[in-house]
């Protein structure tokens, strides 16, 4: 009787089938290997007691795809210790708080140079030979919000891509092309110690988000 139980038993395995379908990959590149340089500025030429805002300077932007892919923009301050907070929304804009502030690096004495902005210029966005216009989020893709100045933000902003009219949406597509702006602004001189040169270190990286 007790053989018998132990032949009718049943013993049981598992098949698991297990993958991940991920969307076509996608290449950011900028032009002059993402260098925005301001050269040589005069110590004599910066405000003592306000900030100092420079030229805005243009670099061209592009993303390439594998196939038609949503796809989005999230920036990280590489130098966000150096903050000088309330820099941009005093001198350029009141749109741009801090978190539209990316840091330009310290002196020798840890004195904070200054800070800037960057945006995704409007109408100079093309795909497939058709304009395209930035657009923002800032609930990290759950909503999106039209943006005159396509300023970059950091933590859950996420910057995109809509047709020029209709829906607010994301658009997919393989290649995209446009200008990306930068504009520095500069500490108050009476702050910074210049007794030799003082190297402008602002650091942002882009990482892209599939939509």
């Not at 969307?23 to 002059?32: D, E, H, I, K």
């Not at 892919?69 to 000088?84: E, I, M, P, R």
């Amino acid at each position: 009787m007790i053989a018998s139980v132990s032949i009718n038993a049943q013993a049981a395995i598992d098949l698991r089938v297990k993958g991940t379908i991920v969307p076509a990959s996608c290449v950011p590149f900028l032009q002059g290997g993402g260098v925005v340089d301001y050269g040589n500025i005069a110590a004599e030429d910066l405000n003592q007691t306000s900030y100092t805002v420079l030229e805005k300077k243009e670099i061209v932007f592009n993303i390439n795809c594998r196939g038609q892919t949503k796809v989005g923009l999230k920036a990280q301050d590489g130098k966000g210790f150096s903050q000088v907070p309330g820099i941009l929304a005093s001198t350029i804009g009141a749109d741009y708080t801090d978190n539209y502030n990316y840091g330009l690096g310290a002196t020798a004495k840890g004195e904070h140079i200054g800070g800037y902005a960057i945006n995704l210029k409007p109408d100079s966005f093309l795909s497939a030979s058709q304009p395209i216009r930035p657009i923002t989020s800032v609930d990290n893709g759950n909503s999106w919000l039209a943006t005159a100045t396509g300023a970059v933000g950091q933590a859950d902003n996420v910057a995109a891509w809509s047709r020029m009219s209709g829906l607010l949406a994301p658009v997919s597509f393989i290649t995209l092309t446009g200008v990306l702006e930068v504009q520095a602004v500069i500490n108050k001189a009476g702050e910074l110690t210049i007794d030799n040169d003082v190297p402008l270190d602002g650091l942002a990286t882009f990482e892209l988000s599939y939509l």
